[in-house]
């Protein structure tokens, strides 16, 4: 969302401006202009290799760009390491699951909420001494209706509720954007129709920036669609624009 002299409106979580990643003659990412507001659902799709996880690196900061900028919560963090941007209140989640199965539901969540604290380098204390710890990962739990599941190994949840766990560690950090690389991948079409529905209860006020290769998920989590090809944003609108559209139907659907 722009003012008429095209600069972005005040209170924007993520303002990409002409984002540009090139790997020697490969130009993985051209120019890209992206905004994400508070409250904002927002899906990023394309065929493979459109430049969909390379744009999430950029805007993380695993890669750093080659032309372009990013702005997090209105400041240019185009140089700034990842750790820097998470502090700014951004969180990620990965295709791949990286739980403990062999700890339970809590004791993630837990183990979670420490890593953000002064607390991870104190050896000496037990954990179970820090009762603003527990209280956190219980609210956290309580928040996405796994309170009555704290106390299970985490093996012996399916593959999907482990997706969802993931996405509970990523909030542990209080995000205002949160990035979703693929959350559906690898479920089944009943784990996928349930993370859907998890992925709606989240707070209306978070902003989620999602790559999905799943539309049924895609389209009924996210309110618009950005859709990157060869590397280019060549059509940005709300679902139904994108469902209608005949260019994504042709160069994303192989209808043309």
């Known amino acids: ?17 002409g984002l540009s990643k090139k790997f020697g003659g490969l130009h993985a990412v051209k120019g890209i202009d992206l905004e994400v507001y508070p409250g904002d659902r927002k899906g990023i799709i394309g065929p493979n290799g459109a430049g969909k996880t390379t744009l999430f690196n950029l805007i993380t900061g695993v890669f750093l760009p080659t032309g372009g900028k990013v702005l997090l919560f209105g400041q240019n963090v185009s140089g700034w390491p990842t750790h820097r941007r998470t502090k700014l209140g951004m969180a990620r989640t990965f295709q791949i699951t990286s739980l403990f199965p062999k ?12 890593g953000l604290r002064q607390m ?25 209706a796994y309170a009555d599941r704290k106390d299970v190994e ?22 205002r954007l949160l990035l979703l690389d693929e959350p559906a991948a690898g479920l089944s079409s009943g784990e996928s129709s349930e993370m859907a529905a998890f992925l709606r209860n989240l707070d209306p006020n978070l902003a989620i920036l999602m790559i999905e290769h799943d539309m049924d ?22 679902t139904d624009h994108i469902r209608s559209s005949a260019k994504v139907q042709e160069i994303y659907l192989g209808t043309g």
């Open 1 to 17: 969302m722009k003012d008429r002299t095209g600069a972005p409106k005040d209170g924007a979580c993520l303002v990409l401006q």
């Open 103 to 114: 700890l339970t539901v809590l004791e993630n969540v837990l183990l979670a909420v420490q």
């Open 120 to 144: 991870k380098w104190v050896m000496w204390r037990p954990i179970k001494s820090y009762r603003g710890v527990y209280e956190k990962a219980y609210a956290l739990l309580e928040q996405v």
């Open 154 to 175: 985490v093996r012996h949840l399916s593959h999907g509720e482990q997706r969802q766990i993931e996405i509970v560690l990523a909030l542990a950090s209080d995000p």
């Open 217 to 238: 998920v895609a389209f009924s989590v996210v309110d618009s669609i950005a859709v990157l090809h060869y590397g280019e944003l060549v059509e940005e609108g709300t």
